[in-house]
C-alpha cells in the first residue's frame, strides 16, 4: 500500500503564537517563493487571488467608523 504525500511543515513562533504552513512552497528559497506567488498572480490563479483578497480584508476597518 503506498504511503499518502504529507505537504512540508513549516513552523514558526512569534511571542504567543505559533504559526504552521503546511506547504512545499515552504522548501523553496525567499527569492524563489517571491517569483511562484509573482507568476501565479499573472496567470490568474483564483486561488492565490482569494488568499490576498482575504489577506487585505484583515487589514479592512468598517466603513461606518
Known sequence: ???EKKP???TKKSGNTTLII???LMKLTE???AQ???DEI???N???LAIIEAMRNCYR????K
Open 8 to 10: 512540508f511543515k513549516y
Open 22 to 24: 503546511h506547504s512545499d
Open 36 to 38: 511562484w506567488w509573482e
Open 46 to 48: 483564483k486561488k492565490v
Open 1 to 3: 500500500m503506498e504511503e
Open 31 to 33: 527569492e524563489e517563493r
Open 61 to 64: 476597518y468598517p466603513k461606518d
Open 42 to 44: 499573472k496567470k490568474g
